[in-house]
């Protein structure tokens, strides 16, 4: 199994979640895909890439364990993401033996792609589990400014004929 597992959403779009997250003013539709791959001998690596849609991408690790046929050697998997200086290195997420530790479940590992999974050492087979999370805009939502932008020029216009009545009304009493 050297091919990554991309298995799409159960869910169809007028069942996916809608969301509105802190401090956004509309709507977002989370789109969930599981994603799976294979670290071993003949594929060290594996990409998550970037995406040039426009949309917030995110890439949730959840389980690295080894398979069966694992010889009983350290498999040490990394994690290469951009961090906030630009730096790309591997650093170790996990380490795994077969007759110490087969499995680890893993909370809170969250990256923006590129992301590329790496085994650094040992011959696996490793097998990564995660989900990749995609945020995007919910065409139904309509922006609630759309609207107000007609309420207020018709109140700005309101407000011109009160000032213009009330200076006439100043101008006829004191003339």
């Not at 809608?18 to 599981?34: D, F, I, R, Y």
């Not at 680890?104 to 590329?116: K, N, Q, R, S």
């Amino acid at each position: 199994m050297n091919s990554p597992l991309l298995l799409p959403s159960l869910l169809s779009d007028e069942e996916k979640p809608v969301v509105v997250l802190w401090g956004q003013e509309h709507p977002h539709v989370l789109s969930c895909v599981s994603l799976g791959c294979e670290l071993n001998a003949s594929t060290r690596k594996y990409i998550v890439k970037e995406e040039d849609d426009f949309l917030e991408h995110l890439v949730s690790l959840k389980t690295i364990c080894l398979g069966a046929e694992a010889k009983d050697e350290l498999n040490v998997v990394a994690v290469a993401a951009k961090n906030t200086y630009g730096d790309n290195t591997p650093m170790p997420i996990a380490s795994l033996k077969l007759s110490v530790l087969p499995m680890a479940t893993l909370d809170g590992f969250e990256f923006t792609p590129p992301v590329d999974f790496v085994l650094k050492s040992g011959t696996g087979p490793v097998y990564l589990h995660g989900q990749h999370v995609i945020l995007k805009d919910h065409e139904e939502y309509e922006a609630p400014c759309e609207g107000l932008e007609n309420e207020e020029e018709e109140t700005e216009a309101e407000m011109e004929e009160k000032e213009k009545s009330v200076v006439e009304e100043e101008g006829a009493a004191s003339g």
